[in-house]
């Protein structure tokens, strides 16, 4: 049996593997963990939908098996080798040596049954799951990744299309792309059992605040408008969504707390309104959000 800890990071996990380090990520790898050579190439169509699927069925396996991309184009000869005449052409490897494999694209169940079997060649465990595989994208799209954390998002939903996480995950990385149309269709086309899923709300915010910023002012013409005339309350507002356009989330809740505590029925509690928009698009743990909560319920109650 191979004894997991915690889940090796996606970097350890997925590689893109050449000629010069194949021997050492491939055939030396695969002697303390099974490793699944995927052989690709730029130019190929079902490549694009195969690569993202084996990613996250491989991701989700939390470390039990371990994934090289081999681009053909750039390393013939040791495409030649192994005898890859046509691609996608996916090869898995134990012990140094290949011991499963298939040509072309496959369904999704179908690669999950490969990676599964696999692991148990290897006398290892296959737990995990589709929720580690959204983790993994999340950390990606967080490191800033957003291409990469799509394809795996996008994989994950072809495999289990009612998965909130990876549903979310999806729109949030539409719209780090700035393809904020996309993102709105992909919100606009979930399943109607998690269409008012907290994820989804969450998405549902975060592409609201993302039009926003497209319009959003430069915060330090604005900062110095407000200060020149603290009455106005659309500039303080419009201050706001500059701030937040700008990653100050801090910045943004406390302008709009301002702009409440001198006048909460503005704009029909547009400050109000600005103020859960951003509560529901962050993290509910965030400090932003728990500090935000308290003060705004202690005006709301005073």
Known sequence: MIELGQAAPVADLIK????????????????????????????????KTLGPQLEAAVTA????????KVNVDENQMIAGQLQ???????YAFWQGQPIDGFQGAVPGSEIKAFVERVIAASGGDASGGLDDAV???DEMLEQGAAADAAEIYAAIVGEEPT???????????????????????ILNGAPVEISTSAELEAAH??????????????VAELTAQVEADPTNHQLRFDLAQALFANGDAEGAVAQLLDLFRRDREWNDGAAKAQ??????ALKPNDPVVLNGRRKLSSMIFA
């Open 16 to 47: 893109d593997v050449s000629e010069a380090d194949f021997m050492a990520e491939v055939v030396e790898a695969s002697k303390t963990v099974p490793v699944i050579v995927d052989f690709w190439a730029p130019w190929c169509g079902p490549c």
């Open 61 to 68: 396996a939390k470390g039990a098996v371990r994934m090289a």
């Open 84 to 90: 890859v005449q046509s691609i996608p052409t996916v």
């Open 135 to 137: 983790a993994a994208a």
């Open 163 to 185: 998965h909130k996480g990876a549903y979310a995950g999806l729109v949030r990385a539409q719209i780090a792309l700035g393809d904020l149309d996309q993102a709105e269709a």
């Open 205 to 218: 915010a975060q592409l609201e605040l993302a039009r926003q910023a497209a319009g959003a002012g430069p």
């Open 275 to 280: 103020l859960f928009t951003i509560f529901e």
